[in-house]
């Protein structure tokens, strides 16, 4: 039998404040801890648009009915202002006792300010079994475990079944290539101007692109050699001018979210991460859209093993300056543990920490297409941002030169070695 799919619920807190008042909500007093004699610890969780993750609270709620010593102060803030908001509170000492990292490639800025404590021996004495992470060692940072990967998101294939049908083309397979795919759109392009059918989606993001470009481990957004991006883009051109997908300038002009063509029925295929699995379902139960979806393995370049992706992970790790590095550990073993990992499949999210029964358990959440559990297996998963200090500076500098090559401003191999540049400077080579 199906689980049934849990729908976001809202919460009320606001979502946004000033660092004033961010802090003063996050003071480590022993009033506000609540241990003036009550025995019970307090920890303060800051988190970013409550709301939109109702997991967040399924999380906390499971906490404190195990943990009935320890409350969680969970502090909102808007998406847009999170980063900031963290590092203010960082900045400021004891302000937050659990470090939730909403880019996982800035984890490093925080351990070289010497924020983020060693879990390194908390994970030795309790024995965690490390195997089960995605990407765990990712996160190792000169010898020292600054956070464990709590939520994981990679790139899959969603599709149409209508349209293929309607087509008379097969549905995509687990093992297909990216010029097996670029061929398939062809197929499944159809009608003109407001009737037209899309064979194929890419989104603005760079890393609708690149993604495909690092697929195979070997390179990174790093670079600073970006030759090797450029098949990736060959094939994003020449499908714009073939006309099997929408061209990114009528993408970026008219601002289109990814979401809509797919979910309004004008594109048969979009790859796409695994979060947006939970959007499908929550809008085919509210009745604003009516798609016969389904999931394939995100295609791969020729010669790298199907089942090869990209993605990304969210960690969490404690303050290094925390009074309550012991409480905050037992939060972050239950959230980013098999507890934790149960609350976010009820929700339809994809936790760091796996075992054989992940997939299943996802597939089996109401509204899920069949065949979903075989489709989002993998044999492995490259970060699209590498774990690095630099990534962040570097993928604002590939953002920018990405729209050169989409809008054609420039050929594609002065761009590239533009790229090259911008990106040894920022890393000092």
Same mark, same amino acid.
């Given at each position: 039998?199906?689980?049934?799919?849990?729908?976001?619920?809202?919460?009320?807190?606001?979502?946004?404040?000033?660092?004033?008042?961010?802090?003063?909500?996050?003071?480590?007093?022993?009033?506000?801890?609540?241990?003036?004699?009550?025995?019970?610890?307090?920890?303060?969780?800051?988190?970013?648009?409550?709301?939109?993750?109702?997991?967040?609270?399924?999380?906390?709620?499971?906490?404190?009915?195990?943990?009935?010593?320890?409350?969680?102060?969970?502090?909102?803030?808007?998406?847009?202002?999170?980063?900031?908001?963290?590092?203010?509170?960082?900045?400021?000492?004891?302000?937050?006792?659990?470090?939730?990292?909403?880019?996982?490639?800035?984890?490093?800025?925080?351990?070289?300010?010497?924020?983020?404590?060693?879990?390194?021996?908390?994970?030795?004495?309790?024995?965690?079994?490390?195997?089960?992470?995605?990407?765990?060692?990712?996160?190792?940072?000169?010898?020292?475990?600054?956070?464990?990967?709590?939520?994981?998101?990679?790139?899959?294939?969603?599709?149409?079944?209508?349209?293929?049908?309607?087509?008379?083309?097969?549905?995509?397979?687990?093992?297909?290539?990216?010029?097996?795919?670029?061929?398939?759109?062809?197929?499944?392009?159809?009608?003109?101007?407001?009737?037209?059918?899309?064979?194929?989606?890419?989104?603005?993001?760079?890393?609708?692109?690149?993604?495909?470009?690092?697929?195979?481990?070997?390179?990174?957004?790093?670079?600073?050699?970006?030759?090797?991006?450029?098949?990736?883009?060959?094939?994003?051109?020449?499908?714009?001018?073939?006309?099997?997908?929408?061209?990114?300038?009528?993408?970026?002009?008219?601002?289109?979210?990814?979401?809509?063509?797919?979910?309004?029925?004008?594109?048969?295929?979009?790859?796409?991460?695994?979060?947006?699995?939970?959007?499908?379902?929550? @809008?085919?139960?509210? #009745? &604003?859209?009516?798609? /016969?979806?389904? *999931? !394939?393995?995100?295609?791969? %370049?020729?010669?790298?093993?199907?089942?090869?992706?990209?993605?990304?992970?969210?960690?969490m790790g404690i303050n290094a300056n925390s009074e309550y590095k012991d409480e905050a550990w037992?939060?972050? @073993?239950?959230?980013? #543990? &098999?507890?934790?990992? /149960?609350?976010? *499949? !009820?929700?339809?999210?994809? %936790?760091?920490?796996?075992?054989?029964?992940?997939?299943?358990?996802?597939?089996?959440?109401?509204?899920?297409?069949?065949?979903?559990?075989?489709?989002?297996?993998?044999?492995?998963?490259?970060?699209?941002?590498?774990?690095?200090?630099?990534?962040?500076?570097?993928?604002?500098?590939?953002?920018?030169?990405?729209?050169?090559?989409?809008?054609?401003?420039?050929?594609?191999?002065?761009?590239?070695?533009?790229?090259?540049?911008?990106?040894?400077?920022?890393?000092?080579?």
């Amino acid at each position: 039998m199906k689980k049934k799919f849990v729908k976001t619920m809202a919460f009320g807190l606001a979502a946004t404040m000033t660092a004033t008042t961010l802090l003063a909500g996050c003071s480590n007093s022993s009033e506000d801890k609540g241990n003036s004699g009550s025995g019970t610890v307090t920890l303060t969780f800051p988190v970013w648009d409550l709301a939109s993750n109702p997991y967040l609270n399924d999380i906390v709620d499971g906490f404190e009915e195990t943990h009935p010593d320890i409350k969680i102060n969970v502090v909102d803030v808007a998406s847009s202002e999170y980063s900031n908001k963290l590092s203010v509170m960082l900045n400021g000492g004891s302000a937050c006792d659990i470090v939730y990292i909403k880019d996982g490639d800035s984890t490093p800025s925080y351990a070289e300010k010497g924020q983020l404590e060693d879990l390194t021996p908390y994970i030795e004495k309790d024995g965690i079994d490390t195997s089960k992470y995605v990407s765990f060692d990712e996160l190792n940072i000169d010898g020292k475990q600054t956070a464990i990967p709590f939520k994981t998101d990679y790139y899959v294939l969603y599709y149409n079944k209508d349209i293929f049908d309607a087509a008379n083309v097969e549905y995509p397979s687990n093992d297909m290539t990216w010029s097996e795919w670029e061929e398939m759109c062809s197929k499944l392009t159809s009608g003109e101007g407001a009737n037209k059918i899309y064979g194929g989606y890419l989104h603005t993001w760079q890393a609708c692109v690149e993604n495909w470009a690092v697929q195979d481990g070997k390179n990174t957004i790093l670079g600073p050699d970006y030759s090797f991006m450029k098949p990736a883009y060959e094939m994003a051109l020449r499908m714009q001018d073939a006309g099997t997908i929408m061209d990114y300038s009528t993408l970026k002009t008219s601002n289109i979210a990814y979401a809509s063509p797919f979910q309004q029925g004008t594109v048969a295929t979009l790859p796409m991460g695994t979060w947006f699995s939970s959007m499908m379902i929550a @809008k085919k139960d509210a #009745g &604003e859209t009516n798609v /016969n979806w389904g *999931i !394939a393995t995100l295609p791969h %370049p020729d010669g790298v093993p199907a089942g090869s992706t990209v993605g990304s992970i969210t960690p969490m790790g404690i303050n290094a300056n925390s009074e309550y590095k012991d409480e905050a550990w037992e939060f972050i @073993k239950y959230a980013c #543990g &098999e507890e934790g990992a /149960n609350s976010l *499949i !009820a929700r339809g999210q994809m %936790p760091a920490y796996q075992d054989e029964n992940t997939l299943n358990d996802l597939a089996a959440l109401e509204g899920m297409p069949e065949g979903s559990a075989e489709a989002m297996k993998t044999t492995s998963i490259v970060l699209d941002r590498p774990i690095d200090s630099a990534s962040a500076e570097v993928n604002q500098m590939l953002s920018e030169e990405h729209s050169l090559i989409m809008i054609k401003e420039k050929p594609i191999d002065d761009v590239l070695k533009e790229m090259s540049d911008r990106s040894k400077e920022i890393q000092g080579e």
